[in-house]
């Protein structure tokens, strides 16, 4: 089956999309399928590495990196090639490109959505230009939280399909963590709490300093260290916080990076209180690497979390996350419980080859090939 993904940063940013698109596709790869990703031409790639080499590479060209200057790429792309199944992520680019293209030569292609309506509702919508979401043949959504949205959006129903892990790179490693720390210079009995993300308002690091800042008063020792970046605003408001708080000494900036695991492995809580979160990779990444998750109440957590690997909490409640983080950080033996019951079920539920299986079951009733 020739089964393509069509998305525009896969080969310039290592976010979740991107991240999602990479997985799936060498997953797909690996079993045998003849897989294509189209993206913006990106000479200075930080993801190329990560693609299987099985896999065809479609560099488009673009003017900038605005979504529009991607359309007339990705429609001749698609009206030249015949894939079994394109998949899109952004409506304003490849999405847009999809609904022209249908209108002069019959493509087949789905939308996977991995994003909420919830604050993301001009995404969703510019899918209705060009009938982009009228003439998909199906819609797929990350979680069941993403799918409500594509069904009050559009009203249809969108089969569920999650993000994955892989646990064989994602994993405790005892190693691994004396070295970072022993790096940073941060004692092995240090309590030390992490997040992975892009440095955006959304993502609720302003809320977990809020909450570190509470914790400070009775584990003055405890450091944060934030994995990722932002656009210099983000990044301004980011820093103001933490002098405001008084946590200069207790942060730690580090900004993209191409490897994580070893920041996992040299945490020993993963900290993660976004709004509007589609489902986490991160999340997965961590209860992967045996990390207990503390995470906002809602969005798609209760999807991950269901059978353990962490605690939800109200992120607007500074007190009560310091509260809970406290008393996990006070009882090593819960921590290193939910640790496992992240572990166990990421390996039962979110194996790459695991939603990779599903997602063909998807192409396969589609395609009837």
């Known amino acids: ?53 099985r896999i065809t590479i479609h560099e488009i060209a673009h003017h900038n990196w605005h979504k529009l200057s991607f359309v007339p790429s990705f429609l001749m792309d698609f009206l030249a090639n015949d894939y079994d199944v394109l998949n899109l992520a952004l409506a304003r680019g490849e999405g847009y490109a999809a609904g022209l293209a249908h209108k002069i030569k019959d493509i087949r292609y789905n939308v996977i959505f991995h994003y909420p309506y919830e ?13 982009t979401a009228a003439d998909a043949d199906g819609m797929i959504a990350v979680s069941s939280y993403v799918a409500r949205g594509v069904r009050e959006c559009f009203g249809r129903d969108a089969q569920v399909v999650p993000n994955g892990v892989d646990p064989e790179l994602f994993l405790p490693d005892n190693g691994k963590r004396a070295q970072l720390r ?25 809320k977990v300093l809020r909450a570190i800042g509470v914790l400070k ?4 020792d405890v450091r944060y260290m934030v994995v990722g970046d932002g656009n210099e605003k983000d990044r301004a408001a980011f820093f103001t916080q933490i002098r405001s708080l008084g946590l200069e000494s207790s942060v730690l900036f580090f900004g993209n990076q191409s490897d994580v695991t070893p920041y996992y492995n040299a945490a020993d809580l993963f900290v993660f209180l976004p709004e509007y979160e ?50 996990l950080l006070n009882d090593r033996e819960r921590m290193m419980r939910i640790g496992w019951e992240g572990r166990r079920s990421v390996v039962n539920r979110f194996t790459w080859d695991a939603v990779a299986s599903q997602l063909i079951g998807i192409f396969r009733q589609q395609t009837h090939l």
């Open 182 to 206: 022993g790096q940073l210079q941060i004692p092995d009995d240090a309590p030390v709490l992490l997040t992975v993300s892009a440095l955006q308002g959304r993502k609720g690091i302003h």
């Open 119 to 131: 604050n993301h509702e001009k995404h969703f919508h510019a899918f209705k230009r060009f009938g």
């Open 1 to 53: 089956m020739k089964i393509a993904f069509a998305h525009m940063f896969t080969l310039r940013t290592p976010r979740g999309i991107e991240r999602y698109i990479i997985n799936m596709a060498n997953a797909l790869s690996r079993r045998g399928e003849d897989v294509t990703i189209i993206a913006g031409r990106c000479p200075q790639s930080p993801t190329r590495a990560w693609i299987d080499d």
């Open 278 to 327: 589609a489902f986490g990779i991160v999340a997965l990444e961590a209860m992967a690497a045996e990390l207990p998750v503390v995470a906002s109440q809602g969005n798609a957590f209760p999807e991950i979390l269901s059978q353990g690997g962490g605690i939800m909490v109200d992120p607007n409640d500074p007190e009560s996350v310091s509260e809970t983080i406290a008393s």
């Open 217 to 220: 008063l009775t584990h003055p």
